[in-house]
Structure formats: C-alpha cells, structure tokens
C-alpha cells in the first residue's frame, strides 16, 4: 500500500517515501486565534485530519504538529477594540476552534505548540541567521536577507518581480531590499513584547512556524501542509529561513521533505469576503447541521480543488450521511467482519492523492450493497468494510436524528430498485431503468444521479 500526492515543491505527482517509516512527521500551519473559524480554515484543518488519519492507518507511529499563532498584529487589534487582555482573546478563540474542529471529527493535532510558548526558540534562531549572514538587525527591526537565499522561490515558483511585488512592500527604509520580510519586529510600550538582543519586541509570523516544527519534529520532517493562499510568502520563507540557518540553502527539501496545500473555498460561486457578506463562520454553520454532514461536504471536493459551498452540497452531504445512519441501524444485529478488505475500498480510493471524491462514490456504491445485498451471507463482511471506510473518513454517526418519513423496508425496496436501474444502465438498457425512476416517482421517491453516485428523497 503505497500513497502517491502532489507536491507542491516538485510540482508533480510522487510516491511518498517516508524520512522514516517508523516515525512519519507532519506540520501544517495552524490558525490565528482572534476571531471564529471560517469554513476556509475548517477545509485545511478537515484536510489534514484526513491525510494524518490515513497515515496512520498505514504507519505504526506518526506525530501531527500543527500549531496556534497567538501572537499577531490582527490579535492586538481585536483584544484594544474589545478593551481586554490579548490572552483573553487568544484563550476564548483556541477554544472555541478547538471545540468546532472537534465537532467536524478532527482530531486535536498530537502537538498544539503557541507561538508565545517558543519566543526563545524564534529569538535563537533570528540570531542564528545574522551570525550566518542571512539576516541584519536595522532599526530595532531584523530583516531576512533574501538575496542571499540561492533557493528563494523553490516553492511557489515566483520570479524576482513577483516576489517583490507579492511581498506587498511597504515604505521601509530599513529594508536593504525590496523582498526582505521581517523577522523580529520592535513593540511600542502598550504593546505585547519580550526582551531581545535587537530591543523590546515580538516575531515575525514566518519565523514562528520554522522555530515550532523544528522544535518538535526536528529536521527534516517529512510533509508540511497548509491551504494554498500560504504557498507565498509565508511558507516560501519558512524554507528560507530554516535552510538557511542549517547550511543547506541550496536544498529547500532539508526543511520539509513534501508540501502539500488545500484550495480554497468559494460560496454559490463567489470568492468568499467580509464586504461581501458570504463569510461563513464554522460557529454559525455547526448551529444549523450536525457535524458528519459538514465535514462530509468539505470532502466531496478534491482537497487540492476549489470548494463551492453551496446548499445544494449540503443536501448531497445530508443524504449520504442519512443513508450511512440507516445503513447502520439496518446492520445494528449484524457482527461485523472486519478482516476484509477489497481493491477498490474507500481506503485505496484516498491513497491516490486523498481521491475523497471517488471515496464518497465508493462509499455510496457499498451503502448500496448494503441495502440490497446479494445474499444475507455477505452483510458480516460488508458491515466491517462500511466501519473501516467511516472510521478512515472520520465521520461521527450518531443514530437518533433519521428521517423516518420511509420505514426501513420501503428503504431496502428503493436501493434494490436502484441497483437494478444501475446494472440496466450499465446494459445500456434505458427502457427499464426509465421505468424504474417512474416506479420510484410512484412511491413518492425522487432521485438525482451526481457524480458521487445516486442520491434519493422523500418527495
Ligand atoms: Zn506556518
């Protein structure tokens, strides 16, 4: 069992090759913790959750980092507008993203380092990288010198121009050059600070990932992750920073082996904004659908795609996840086997580059045979392939919230029904499978033929 992925950093598909396959590591960039969790941020952490569940069902030992940024401009600002102390604000929202994380089945990383709990270790490294001349202190500030990083734009694949204009430069006169990033910044006096060879100030954000993952997973590690929209700048100099400092500058794998990034999340199609209004809360959205049926909607996309949040996909996701319940309360006297497995499981559906698309098909395909199996004989075996593909696919099914506007039997008689129409149009025989959306049509059942399979309803 081998996984293939997209990195990022070479630009194509590859098979992973672990560092160390008795010990695979990962990090991925954490939130900023000064306000709710967007659907966005829920995608990359879903994401994630999914590739760490994955890895560890392959590998005996994988340790997880992903971190919290409790330290940041965006932070100081919200905790002088709600007039309270800036831990405060970074306790409240820690938790809260923790809390609705774990409400999509992701599990808590199995490291959750704060910014503010490795300010030596930022600090070290800063110096480190004057000492090795690839920063200089100016003005109370320390800059990455950019210029003397052969590898700079390894990753995103940025000219000099783009780097330049991407940086968003503001007027520095301190930078000797237009695309040095900050590495240490100086705090006035009712600002949030720590004593420094360079002054009283606090990190740049880039510096505080580098400083975290080395700490905790030493380096290199195998794959660090995170949504697109970081590619640049900040994991750009993330490498900068960490290769430099250990004399490997020309080997922008000596930080991360692999680098995997999510896409974005689109609402009915438009990017999502605060002046647009469509900026959807985690908080706000877990209020009005359980937990499985979100998650499930964050997966129906490929991860490197983007998602178009919509209700349409909340009513496919709703669906499949009742048909998953009623699937469960069907098998409820059924022992499960659980040492099968077949080729084209759920499970060897994500190991192609996390494929959730062709796993939720899948899915679906197995929750058929479950309603109308060809025997009673195969339902042990089909109950243990359906717990390993929602254990795998971290979906939470909880059984009391069904629909029972359709009694169970009636439900085994529409997916028999559905699987008969299934194989009459694989025969290309169209007459009968015609005839069988009519007869569903009779039993007041609508269906609605998707990509990820069949979907039916109550109308
Ligand atoms: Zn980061």
Redesign the pocket.
């Known amino acids: 069992m081998t996984i293939k992925f997209y990195n990022s950093l070479s630009r194509q598909k590859e098979e992973f090759v672990p560092l160390d396959a008795d010990h695979i590591k990962i990090y991925a960039?954490g939130p900023t913790v000064y306000n709710y969790a967007h659907i966005g941020n829920a995608r990359m952490a879903v994401v994630f959750d999914q590739w760490v569940r994955l890895m560890k069902s392959l590998y005996p030992k994988v340790t997880y980092v992903s971190?919290i940024t409790d330290v940041e401009d965006k932070i100081m600002v919200a905790a002088k507008e709600a007039g309270v102390p800036i831990l405060e604000i970074t306790e409240k929202y820690t938790r809260i993203y923790n809390e609705d994380m774990a409400s999509l089945g992701v599990n808590a990383p199995d490291i959750q380092p704060k910014a503010t709990e490795h300010i030596d270790d930022m600090i070290a490294l800063t110096q480190v990288l004057i000492d090795k001349g690839h920063a200089y202190a100016a003005e109370g500030h320390v800059l990455f010198d950019v210029p003397s990083d052969p590898s700079y734009g390894a990753l995103s694949g940025r000219s000099r121009d783009e780097q330049i204009a991407g940086a968003r430069v503001e007027v520095a006169p301190y930078k000797r050059d237009p695309a040095d990033f900050v590495l240490w910044k100086p705090s006035s006096d009712d600002q949030v600070g720590w004593d420094s060879p360079w002054g009283r100030g606090r990190p740049g954000w880039h510096i505080?990932?580098s400083a975290m993952a080395e700490q905790h997973l030493g380096l290199p590690f195998d794959i660090h992750g995170?949504g697109a929209d970081?590619k640049f700048p900040?994991?750009e100099n993330?490498i900068a920073q960490s290769c430099c400092a250990n004399d490997t500058a020309t080997d922008p794998t000596s930080f991360a082996k692999y680098w995997l990034h999510n896409g974005f999340v689109t609402v009915e199609g438009e990017k999502m904004s605060k002046s647009l209004g469509n900026f959807l809360l985690v908080h706000d959205v877990i209020e009005k659908f359980p937990g499985p049926v979100l998650r499930i909607a964050l997966l129906m996309a490929h991860y490197r795609q983007p998602l178009d949040w919509s209700d349409q996909l909340l009513h496919q996701s709703g669906k499949l996840y009742e048909r998953i319940q009623r699937a469960y309360e069907i098998l409820e006297n059924v022992d499960s086997v659980r040492n099968v497995d077949f080729k084209e499981s759920v499970t060897s559906a994500l190991l192609d580059d996390l494929n959730t698309p062709l796993a939720i098909s899948r899915l679906n395909s197995l929750l058929s045979s479950i309603f109308s199996p060809e025997v009673d004989e195969a339902l042990p075996n089909l109950k243990g392939m359906l717990e390993k593909a929602i254990e795998i696919l971290g979906i939470d099914v909880v059984k009391d919230n069904i629909n029972d506007s359709v009694s169970d039997d009636d439900v085994i008689k529409i997916e028999t029904l559905l699987a008969e129409r299934i194989e009459a149009k694989d025969n290309k025989d169209y007459k009968r499978s015609d005839e069988i959306r009519d007869e569903l049509i009779e039993m007041g059942i609508a269906i609605k033929d998707t990509r990820e399979g069949t979907s039916w309803e109550k109308i």
Do not use: I, K, R, T
Request: include cysteine; aromatic fraction near 0%; hydrophobic fraction near 10%.
């Open positions: 960039c971190n505080e990932c995170g970081l900040h994991h993330e």
